[in-house]
């Protein structure tokens, strides 16, 4: 792998957060780092040691003091900073380095003008809606659900939120009724925060409906609240409160509820290929420190950085992004359509917005590189000095455009991890280079191993991704699983006490590391991720549909890729185009437009494992041309004849034609 992209310059340890760190560590811990290679070997040893110093570093305000840093060490269920009580929303609000008349959230989109936040309003309005949601009956433990994009009010009601000791969960608007309803009514929310609709580009897409149904599935609900965000002159709906009564002026002072470190802050969701979508249960604690890392040392965020990161709130990025006043930085948030009026859009937004931290996706960066874009050009791009990567694999080429497009003075940091633990286990870190086509490292405090087929750790050869010891923002649990057997399955199963992810990676001797992809079977295209088994939920709930498999074929230059959906027939029943347009118009309205699919075909039986399980993944490769006897072990299916047909097709479809030569 790859050419030197960058190289950290000679008095990185001077400018850099990390290197701030490694000072700290010398003078009050007696401790020093050759490298990152040693920094990391200690963070992933001493985990008590590293934590702590997280802790001391940052300065974490506190109502007591934890009596030890890891009570037990055993995954799954090991214990951090017990005894410890604090508050998220309060170290977020606190801010340093900002004064109350500096900038802390810089709102652009499609529906509205721009908004800005100083520290100081941002608290204020954090305030109000605390008091608001507390007039509402919230209080601890609670459950407040966001239908809302990425808008200010959104980050003011998830810190409020927080500050009471409630717990937040967000679904981005364009998510349909059902694809909200299976995740809400894991969590019985009491309060409903919507809004009404939103531009994309220059559509607008109105959502009353959406909500109204949504409103009817959740019994749970006690409160809705109407942020009027498409149409603001418009009506609340019946029974409904307004955003601004539930944020109207209050005497209350703003007070934050000390909770224990693991104490619920929000809900996120992952989808696996069976059942319901995962109800991912993250700690203040967990989620805090790992952010103050994350942010602060690998992405070398503080006072005077502006960080953007293109996500909906219904991806975990968001999470990640409005954590960054935590440690100094402001946050420019976008809503709307990231290609309107074309790709140099959130370039020319991040000129705008003095962007020194410009964060997006892997497909994002290959569609703008296919559209022969150079964001240099067409915007001021002097202020940026850092662009991440996420959400797929960045492949060499990409790596390559942004340094000839975008800027070469600038550290591109890929980087991958998991709604599961809202941060990233691999990506860059300002003491090291950056290599074409590879992740810089493993982050601090995150023990990565790749794991060969029979369970050994290999260097320099593809393998399961593991976490061998545990991390702080590793999940609490998954709610309503209450003997944690949801949460084994799910990452512990394969093997006991360790972190299986779910991803193949080999890492390299320098420690570099390269993604190739999910060893399962989550759809991801246009940015929005979505289990398969959401998908079948929806295809299956169809009378004439009996069966069903979905894959998707990525595009290595960066398009939106294919997405094939196969689907066994009722008895006598043959797929015509009335049926193909109804199985569409079913998707598009309970999922999203990202997940119609391009073809639709019929086959008589849908391969499974002895134990039922769809097989996806052999499926896809079936279809990308590996042979049926290697994609897979025949004797765990239950029906190994039904790969003959996916053989079949796979003959009879037109190779993809060769990417030009520049």
């Given amino acids: 792998m790859g050419d030197v992209l960058w190289t950290p310059p000679a008095d990185v340890r001077e400018r850099s957060r990390i290197g701030a760190y490694l000072r700290w560590l010398a003078e009050h811990r007696g401790l020093e ?75 652009h989109g499609q529906t509205r003008a721009p908004q800005t936040l100083t520290a100081a309003e941002l608290r204020e309005q954090v305030r109000r809606v605390a008091a608001g949601l507390r007039r509402l009956g919230v209080g601890p433990g609670d459950r407040v659900a966001a239908y809302a994009p990425n808008i200010p009010e959104t980050y003011v009601l998830l810190l409020a939120t927080a500050s ?29 925060v919507a809004v009404d609709g939103y531009r994309y580009g220059d559509k607008p897409v109105d959502r009353r409906g959406e909500v109204a149904a949504i409103r009817a599935a959740l019994p749970s609900l006690r409160h809705t609240v109407a942020v009027a965000y498409l149409d603001p002159a418009g009506p609340a709906p019946d029974g409904a409160v307004s955003w601004a009564e539930l944020a109207a002026p209050t005497d209350e002072p703003l007070t934050f509820a000390g909770v ?14 069976t059942g319901l979508p995962k109800p991912i249960v993250h700690g203040h604690g967990g989620i805090l420190l790992e952010h ?37 930085a402001a946050i420019v948030l976008f809503d709307g359509n990231p290609g309107h009026p074309d790709l140099g859009g959130l370039w020319r937004l991040a000129a705008e917005t003095g962007t020194t ?24 791009l002097s202020a940026l000095r850092g662009v991440g990567s996420t959400g797929a694999p960045l492949p060499a080429e990409g790596f390559t455009w942004v340094y000839e497009a975008v800027g070469t003075d600038l550290q591109l940091q890929s ?54 010891a545990p991390m702080p923002s590793m999940p609490v649990g998954f709610w309503n699983d209450a003997d944690g057997s949801r949460y084994r399955e799910a990452y512990f199963e394969l093997y006991p006490g360790v972190w299986r992810h779910g991803d193949w990676i080999t890492i390299n001797e320098r420690g570099g590391c390269v993604i190739t992809g999910r060893s399962d079977a989550t759809l991801n295209r246009g940015g929005v991720r979505l289990g398969t088994a959401e998908f079948y939920s929806v295809v299956e709930g169809l009378d004439e549909v009996v069966d069903s498999v979905v894959v998707h074929l ?14 066994v027939l009722a008895e006598g029943l043959e797929l ?82 060769a990417p030009a030569r520049s």
Avoid at 181 to 190: A, G
Avoid at 305 to 320: E, I, K, L, Q, V
Avoid at 554 to 566: I, N, P, R, T
Wanted: charged share 20%.
């Fill in 164 to 192: 009471l000791g409630a717990i937040f969960s967000s679904c981005a608007p364009e998510f349909g009724t059902r694809s909200v309803t299976d995740r809400w009514r894991q969590i019985e929310p009491t309060v409903l």
């Fill in 292 to 328: 103050l890392k994350m942010l602060a040392l690998h992405h070398d965020l503080g006072p005077g950085d502006r960080f953007f990161w293109f996500t909906t709130t219904g991806w975990m990025m968001w999470n990640f992004l409005v954590s960054a006043p935590a440690v100094g």
């Fill in 415 to 468: 980087l991958s991890g998991g709604t599961d633990v809202c941060t990233g286990f691999v990506g860059g870190v300002p003491l090291l280079p950056v290599h074409a086509g590879e992740i810089t490292c493993r982050a601090l405090g995150a023990r990565v191993e790749a794991r060969s087929a029979d369970g050994t750790p290999v260097l320099g050869e593809l393998g399961e991704l593991v976490i061998t």
């Fill in 357 to 380: 931290y410009f964060g997006t996706s892997a497909p994002f960066l290959l569609a703008c590189r296919k559209a022969g874009l150079v964001p240099r050009e067409v915007a001021d």
């Fill in 33 to 107: 780092f050759a490298d990152y290679a040693a920094l990391w070997e200690w963070s992933v040893t001493d985990l008590d040691g590293f934590w702590r110093s997280v802790w001391d570093h940052f300065g974490v305000v506190a109502h007591t003091g934890p009596t030890a840093i890891l009570a037990d060490p055993a995954m799954p269920g090991a214990r951090w900073f017990p005894g410890a009580t604090l508050n998220y929303a309060e170290n977020v609000l606190r801010m340093p380095g900002l004064g109350d008349d500096d900038p802390v959230v810089i709102a």
């Fill in 576 to 657: 015509d185009d009335a049926l193909r347009r109804k199985i569409c118009r079913e998707l598009r309205t309970a999922l999203s437009p990202r997940h119609v699919p391009d073809e639709i075909h019929q086959v008589r039986a849908v391969p499974r494992t002895l134990s039922a399980k769809k097989l996806e993944v052999p499926v896809k490769k079936i279809l990308t041309g590996t042979p049926v006897d290697d994609a897979a072990a025949k004797g765990a299916l239950a029906n190994p004849e039904s790969l003959t047909a996916f053989a079949a097709f796979a003959q009879r479809r037109p190779a993809p034609e």
């Fill in 260 to 273: 224990p470190f693991d104490h619920p802050l929000y809900v996120l969701y992952s989808s696996g290929t």
């Fill in 554 to 567: 990525e595009d290595d230059e960066g398009g939106a890729g294919e997405l094939l959906l196969f689907v």
